[in-house]
């Protein structure tokens, strides 16, 4: 299998680890392709989370997102029991959504196995399309984050 390694975005990226399940791999061990949007959705959920505004605070304000488009490329296989580096980071900024762009590596691997993202589009209560709200602008504004270290991978007890 080859693997491509990609310029390293910038300049706020979220890492988060993932543990392949028994359960998330076919019977070959590999993983199964649908799921590497679930790793997706928990690079959005930690890179949230890690700029210190949970997803969940956006929703008690009254704000949602909408998955308008995603995609995924596979450059390699992940199988089970390994440790999947997930970085994710915004890459584009509209009036009215957000681009996120994952990156997934093994463990401690500069080479990208999987790359992939997802266009959010910022809907209201009634699912209606609105404005990014200022609040949540200032929060997603890659341009007012600085670079965070990758804190490692968890440490096994």
Avoid: C
């Amino acid at each position: 299998m080859s693997t491509t390694t990609l310029p390293k975005p910038g300049p706020f990226v979220s890492t988060t680890w993932y543990r392949v399940l028994y359960a998330d791999t076919d019977n070959m061990k590999v993983v199964y392709n649908g799921h590497y949007f679930r790793f997706f959705e928990q690079g959005r959920n930690e890179f949230m989370r890690q700029l210190g505004f949970p997803y969940a605070e956006v929703e008690r304000r009254g704000v949602s997102t909408a998955i308008t488009e995603t995609g995924a490329h596979y450059y390699a296989s992940f199988h089970y029991d390994e440790l999947i580096r997930i970085e994710t980071w915004i890459a584009k900024i509209n009036r009215a959504s957000f681009r996120f762009e994952y990156k997934l590596y093994l463990e401690h691997s500069d080479a990208v196995r999987v790359s992939g993202f997802s266009l959010l589009a910022v809907v209201d209560e009634n699912t209606r399309i609105i404005k990014i709200p200022d609040w949540l602008l200032e929060i997603i504004n890659p341009a007012a984050r600085p670079a965070r270290p990758d804190p490692g991978p968890p440490v096994s007890v």
